[in-house]
């Protein structure tokens, strides 16, 4: 299905079966653009690729190709199934390149909560041809640049080991992925940590979490940036001032149902947010020296400097 706007070229497409991908681009765009990957929220259990900020005008207004993608819900499918998904649409997009007008070689993920888990997890990952469980391809499923925002990096430090499994944690989120409690499943958990699984080069991160985030506490971001940082990777972290989870999302997305309304649309409401910095390179020091304040601006220029041309490609 295509639709076209005065501006922008929307399409749903079928990248793998019964999961489909939303396609927002400039309308006749004069040279292929980078590409930014869409990865929604929602405890790897909820939502698809509708839950999403106004792609139109983050950032295909801005040159580039906008794409957000459907993967496979917990608990139907367990980790490492979604990461595969997400894997999968990349090659896609790289398959096709040519007929959407994307750039192959300059493509980004931005991903909300679980999918700032999973955009974290295809950053770190992205070297790797073939993954455990995953069909071998002649595609790269390499990526440039990755946004995470507030995604959890460290599942086993989300739970208290020294106590009893409660039911709560029988019940959460990181159970639904894993196949049941964190504790019982360590060793995938451990797979499925961002911060846990970092050996070696990524692409450039930029991290974004609420310091009053109570679903998903700051410190996994700290964790993820100090894993990064300790391979001499580039990375940003803002850590942002009373802000809570969920803030990329419009307020009209309840990324985790009817009646759990989180911080959606603070972004867009705060456009110059205070936040607490970290950079791990000159290259970053300088960007946040420009861009002090976090908000969609500040995502865009990180974008900007990863994947539009001149930029330096990993």
């Known amino acids: 299905m295509d639709t076209v706007s005065t501006d922008v070229r929307h399409s749903t497409i079928e990248y793998a079966p019964s999961l489909e991908l939303d396609i927002i681009r400039p309308k006749d765009p004069p040279q292929p653009l980078p590409a930014i990957v869409w990865i929604h929220g929602g405890g790897w259990r909820l939502q698809d690729r509708t839950a999403s900020p106004d792609l139109a005008k983050y950032f295909a207004s801005e040159g580039y190709v906008m794409v957000s993608i459907d993967y496979r819900l917990a608990p139907d499918t367990i980790h490492p199934g979604q990461l595969l998904d997400v894997r999968s649409a990349v090659r896609w997009l790289r398959s096709n390149a040519a007929e959407h007008l994307v750039d192959p070689d300059r493509i980004g993920l931005w991903g909300s909560s679980a999918g700032g888990h999973l955009a974290a997890l295809a950053g770190i990952h992205s070297s790797t041809l073939r993954l455990e469980h995953e069909e071998a391809s002649s595609v790269s499923s390499a990526v440039h640049a990755v946004v995470n925002g507030y995604g959890p990096a460290d599942l086993p430090a989300l739970v208290n080991l020294s106590y009893p499994i409660s039911e709560a944690e029988e019940r959460s989120p990181e159970a639904s992925l894993l196949g049941g409690p964190v504790r019982d499943n360590l060793t995938a958990a451990r797979d499925a940590s961002p911060a846990l699984v970092v050996k070696g080069r990524t692409p450039p991160f930029l991290v974004m979490h609420g310091a009053e985030d109570t679903m ?60 607490t910095i970290r950079a791990s390179t000159d290259r970053g020091t300088q960007f946040v020296e420009l861009h002090p304040c976090a908000s969609f601006a500040t995502i865009e220029a990180f974008f900007s400097g990863t994947l539009k041309a001149g930029a330096p490609v990993t």
């Not at 506490?217 to 803002?238: K, M, T």
């Not at 009209?252 to 149902?257: A, F, I, R, S, W």
Request: aromatic share 12%.
């Open 216 to 275: 998903v506490p700051f410190h996994q971001s700290i964790a993820l940036y100090e894993s990064l940082a300790s391979y001499g990777n580039d990375v940003i972290l803002y850590l942002v001032d009373g802000f809570g989870h969920g803030f990329f999302n419009p307020g009209h997305v309840l990324e985790l149902g009817p009646g759990l309304s989180l911080d959606q649309g603070h972004l867009e409401r705060d456009p110059s947010a205070p936040a």
